[in-house]
């Protein structure tokens, strides 16, 4: 894939390898437009996360890196953030960054892909989790903080799947999404676990075309091997449905190429 935005560094200390480890391979793919979009500091959950203090440290070398790699891939900066009523920090919401991704990783504070607190799922009614989900999804589109729209259906993780249909569980988020001009992320890790697809679904993905709603590619690599496996699927995926242009950022202006 030619462009992939969304990758992560040991300071969120679950991901492993160096900056130069994931740009070696991004290169050996064919990619042309690699972010880092590492776990953006905040105020909860903080063992999974960079600190406040290591934003600059952070920033400063993957510039280092888009200033070494110049000839051979165009690197950007970017955050992956919680979407957390109360915790979004302004250090990161006005970051000079290429784009800021937004994400739900919480349903009132419970992290629901957390293998931690899997136990969780078989307390509640799968329904109304994936309802949540997807309302905290629209509330994030509405807060107009992003650009990007972090694996659309993460909720899906662990294969719990609701009754009702999903697209119309999805369908505020969506339309939330494309008012806010935002761009959907077609997020390889979903291969990589329990429920082997992308994220979004296909029929997710269909509806986000029938929107007009953009897209861009992402390995969510946390190792270095993980960077671009599976992107011949994620390509295929968004070609059968229809898409010719995938999107980059740079100081948080969208920036179109076929691919
Ligand atoms: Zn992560
Ligand atoms: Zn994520």
Redesign the pocket.
């Known amino acids: 894939m030619i462009v992939d935005l969304?990758n992560h560094t040991p300071l969120c200390n679950h991901a492993q390898g160096s900056m130069d480890e994931y740009i070696e391979e991004a290169i050996r793919a064919g990619t042309q437009y690699f972010g880092f979009s590492d776990?953006a500091p905040m105020d909860f959950d903080l063992e999974y996360r960079m600190t406040f203090a290591q934003m600059q440290s952070y920033e400063r070398d993957v510039l280092h890196a888009k200033e070494k790699y110049k000839d051979k891939i165009e690197i950007l900066l970017g955050y992956?953030v919680d979407y957390l009523e109360g915790h979004m920090d302004s250090r990161v919401l006005h970051a000079k960054v290429d784009y800021l991704?937004g994400?739900v990783?919480f349903i009132e504070g419970w992290g629901f892909?957390n293998p931690e607190f899997i136990g969780r799922w078989r307390e509640q009614d799968i329904d109304e989790v994936w309802q949540k989900y997807f309302d905290a999804i629209e509330a994030m589109a509405k807060s107009g903080l992003f650009d990007i729209v972090?694996?659309l259906d993460?909720i899906k993780v662990f294969k719990f799947m609701p009754q009702g249909d999903i697209n119309a569980m999805a369908n505020k988020a969506l339309l939330a999404i494309k008012k806010a001009d935002m761009v959907l992320e077609l997020n390889i890790?979903g291969y990589r676990k329990d429920v082997k697809e992308a994220y979004p679904s296909r029929d997710l993905l269909k509806e986000a075309y029938r929107l007009d709603i953009p897209i861009t590619f992402a390995s969510?690599a946390h190792k270095p091997e993980q960077v671009a496996l599976f992107n011949e699927q994620i390509v295929q995926l968004a070609k059968e449905i229809g898409y010719t242009e995938c999107v980059y950022f740079i100081n948080r202006e969208k920036k179109f190429l076929n691919f």
């Open positions: 969304h776990h992956e991704i994400s990783h892909d972090g694996h993460l890790a969510d």
